[in-house]
């Protein structure tokens, strides 16, 4: 799968997997030693993330029912949580840095392409 930004015409991944069981979305990144630069993880049904037990920082966007984006957290670290966006239903978690090399910003609209 392959995330566009639509809005910023720019790629934010090429190779996304999507979570959307309880024990796929429990797990997340957490089995993972790091996560590379075109890489991205899609939560389903997420409106916060916590970092607990993680080891490497990521960013986060998170989107609402319609794919635009409703909350950006960067370089989110170990052992934090992001704050609480109530009109999110997805959260996309991405290789430190991709927010600001994607250029993307609060009410873009996201394209996930299978």
């Given amino acids: 799968?392959?995330?566009?930004?639509y809005s910023r015409?720019?790629?934010i991944a090429s190779e996304a997997k999507v979570a959307d069981t309880v024990v796929s979305r429990l797990v997340g990144l957490l089995s993972r030693s790091s996560i590379?630069?075109?890489e991205a993880l899609i939560i389903t049904a997420c409106r916060q993330i916590h970092m607990f037990f993680m080891r490497f920082p990521i960013d986060v966007?998170?989107?609402?029912?319609?794919?635009?984006?409703?909350?950006?957290?960067?370089?989110?670290?170990?052992?934090?949580?992001s704050p609480y966006f109530f009109r999110a239903s997805k959260a996309?978690?991405?290789?430190?840095?991709?927010?600001?090399?994607?250029?993307?910003?609060?009410?873009d609209q996201i394209a996930i392409e299978k």
């Fill in 9 to 11: 015409h720019s790629v």
């Fill in 61 to 81: 966007v998170f989107v609402n029912k319609d794919d635009r984006v409703v909350g950006l957290v960067r370089q989110i670290k170990p052992w934090r949580m």
């Fill in 36 to 38: 590379l630069p075109d």
């Fill in 92 to 107: 996309i978690e991405l290789y430190p840095g991709t927010i600001e090399k994607s250029r993307t910003q609060i009410g």
């Fill in 1 to 5: 799968m392959r995330i566009h930004n």
